[in-house]
C-alpha cells in the first residue's frame, strides 16, 4: 500500500488539467456539516484558486513537481522518434485527453508531441488545438518550475527538441 502524500504550506504542487500551483494554506473547512481539513492551492498560470480536501488530494491527482532530472528527461525524451496514431481525429482525442488528465509529465510531454508533429501534416480541429495549446501549457508550466528556468527559455528548448 502506497503511503498518501502530504503537502506543506508553500510547497508546489502539480493539479492535472490546471498546472502547477502553491499550497497557499492548509485549514479546517466545513463540507456537508463535517469538519475536513483541506489545502488552498493558487494556480498562478490561471490567477484560480482551488480548494481541495487533503484526503482526496491524491484521487484529484495533486501531485509534487517532478525533479529536475525527470525533466530534463522528458525534454530530451520529446525529440525522440514519433510514431503517428492511424485513428481518426476523435478517437486521437479522447486517447490525448485521458493522457492529460492522466497528469504525469510524460504523458502530457506525449501528447505535445502527438499533436505537433500531427499539426505539422495537417491543420488540427479546434478541440485538438485547446488540447495542444493546454498540454504545451502545462509542460513548460512544470518544466520551469522543477528546473528554474523562464518559461520562454523552457518553450524554446521544447520547439528546438520537436524539430529534430
Not at 498518501?4 to 499550497?23: A, M, S, T, W
Amino acid at each position: 500500500m502506497a503511503v498518501r502524500r502530504e503537502f506543506k504550506v508553500g510547497e508546489h504542487v502539480v493539479y492535472p488539467l490546471q498546472g502547477v500551483g502553491i499550497i497557499k494554506d492548509i485549514t479546517e473547512r466545513e463540507i456537508r456539516g463535517k469538519k475536513t481539513t483541506v489545502y488552498i492551492i493558487y494556480i498562478d498560470i490561471s490567477d484560480m484558486t482551488v480548494i481541495i480536501p487533503v484526503g482526496k488530494a491524491e484521487e484529484a491527482g495533486i501531485r509534487g513537481l517532478c525533479t529536475p532530472s525527470k525533466a530534463k528527461k522528458v525534454l530530451e525524451s520529446i525529440s525522440s522518434n514519433y510514431e503517428p496514431l492511424n485513428v481518426d481525429w476523435k478517437a486521437r482525442y479522447q486517447m490525448n485527453v485521458e493522457l492529460v488528465r492522466e497528469g504525469s509529465l510524460e504523458s502530457v510531454s506525449k501528447v505535445v508531441q502527438g499533436l505537433y508533429h500531427r499539426s505539422k501534416i495537417k491543420e488540427l480541429p479546434v478541440q485538438e488545438r485547446k488540447l495542444y495549446d493546454s498540454a504545451f501549457r502545462l509542460l513548460v508550466d512544470e518544466c520551469a518550475f522543477s528546473l528554474h528556468k523562464k518559461p520562454e527559455d523552457i518553450e524554446k528548448e521544447i520547439f528546438i527538441s520537436l524539430e529534430n
